[in-house]
C-alpha cells in the first residue's frame, strides 16, 4: 500500500518457499525500518550467486568453476558413487560426514505423468559415467517417497549390464524414533530389513 | 559447502525475520535450482525499495515521494489523527477499513532502559503537529504492550495542554475469542471497559 515498489518487494517476497503474502510484508518491513544495509546485501548476494553458481560438468551439483571441488578432489573414493536427487541432497550427506566418495545428481526423479522419464533426469549420462569401468559401486540415495524408490529401481534395471555393485541406502526406523510413533510402513522395512547384531 | 557465493546467500538470506540456518540454505537452493529469474526479480526488488522508499516528511510512514498519499490527502479527515508506532500498524489498520484520518507513526515506544525516551520517538514534533490548531481527535493506536500503553499514558500527559481529545483504541476480546482461552488480564480489561448494548 504504501507505493508500487513496496508491493513490488513483498511479491517478489513470495517467491521464497513458505513465505505467504503475510510474511512477505513482515519481512518487508523489516528490511527498510530495521536493515536496510542488509537489504542491499541481500540483493547483491542474489545477484552474485545467481550470475555465477551453475551446475558442475561432471556430476551436476553446483559449482561456481567449471568442474566442482568433489569432482576434482584427489582424496576422494573415484571407484564409490552416491546418486542422489538434488544439490541438497550432496550437502545434507556431506553434512553427515558418512561418505567420501564421488556424486552424481539426477536433478529429479522420475515422473512419467509429469512428463519426466529418464531422458529428463539424464540417465543415459549416468549410464555413460559408469561404462568408464573406473566405479566399483554404486549408492542409490534417491529420496525414500514413490518416486524415489522407484527412480532407484529403475536405475537397477537399467544398469543390470554393467559390471558394478549397486546399493541401496537403508530404510529404518530414524535415530530417536519411537516404535510407537514410528508409521507402520517404515516399521515393516524396518522389520523386513533387520541385521545381524555385533 | 557449494561455494563461496552460494555460502554468502544463505548468510544474506538469515536477517529475513524468522530464517535460520536451515531455511536459509533450502531458500538459497530453490532459488538457484528452480527459480534463478525469481532470484534476479527479488535482487532487483530489493536494489529499488531500498533506494527509493524513505520516510514521509509529516507522517513518518513509508512513501516514495516526500510526502505520502495519506498525507496529501483531501479525502481523508483532516481533524483525526491515528498515532501508531510503526509503519507496520498503519497496514493493518488501513487493512481494516476503520479508519479515515491521518497518521503519525512514532518510530517505536518508549523505553527507559533501552535509552528511548519522548525526544527518540519524536514527541515534541508530534505536539508540534497538535498545536497546529486542526486536529480535533486524536486516537491512540499505540500497541496493546506495556510499552505501548506507558507510551499512551505519556501521552496524554504530554497533550494535556492542547485543545484536543484523545482517545485510546478498546481493549477486550478479540473476535471469535472463546471466554475460556481467554488470558485473564485482557478478560478483566474486557468486564472493566464493557458498553452498554444498543
Redesign the interface.
Known amino acids: 500500500?504504501?507505493?508500487?515498489?513496496?508491493e513490488?518487494?513483498v511479491?517478489?517476497?513470495r517467491?521464497?518457499?513458505?513465505v505467504g503474502p503475510k510474511?512477505a510484508?513482515?519481512?518487508?518491513?523489516?528490511?527498510?525500518?530495521k536493515?536496510?544495509e542488509?537489504?542491499?546485501?541481500?540483493?547483491?548476494?542474489?545477484?552474485?550467486?545467481?550470475s555465477?553458481?551453475h551446475e558442475c560438468k561432471i556430476c551436476h551439483?553446483?559449482?561456481?568453476?567449471e568442474i566442482?571441488d568433489i569432482c576434482l578432489s584427489n582424496d576422494r573414493d573415484q571407484h564409490l558413487l552416491c546418486v542422489v536427487e538434488?544439490?541438497?541432497d550432496v550437502?545434507a550427506i556431506?553434512?553427515s560426514g558418512s561418505f567420501r566418495g564421488k556424486y552424481h545428481v539426477l536433478g529429479g526423479h522420475l515422473s512419467p505423468l509429469d512428463g519426466i522419464g529418464p531422458e529428463e533426469i539424464g540417465i543415459p549420462y549416468l549410464i555413460q559415467r559408469l561404462s568408464s569401468g573406473e566405479i566399483e559401486e554404486v549408492i542409490l540415495a534417491t529420496n525414500a517417497t514413490v518416486e524415489g524408490q522407484a527412480t532407484a529401481h529403475y536405475l537397477l534395471e537399467a544398469t543390470k549390464h554393467l559390471p558394478v555393485h549397486m546399493t541401496r541406502i537403508a530404510q529404518g526406523v530414524p535415530q530417536g524414533g519411537e516404535l510407537e510413533y514410528v508409521d507402520s510402513h517404515t516399521l515393516s522395512q524396518a522389520v523386513h530389513n533387520r541385521m545381524k547384531m555385533k
Open positions: 500500500m504504501f507505493s508500487d515498489r513496496f513490488q518487494l511479491q517478489a517476497l517467491i521464497l518457499p513458505s510474511s510484508q513482515r519481512m518487508a518491513l523489516h528490511l527498510l525500518m536493515n536496510r542488509g537489504a542491499f546485501g541481500l540483493a547483491h548476494a542474489l545477484h552474485e550467486a545467481s555465477h553458481i551439483s553446483l559449482t561456481e568453476n566442482c538434488s544439490p541438497a550437502m556431506e553434512q
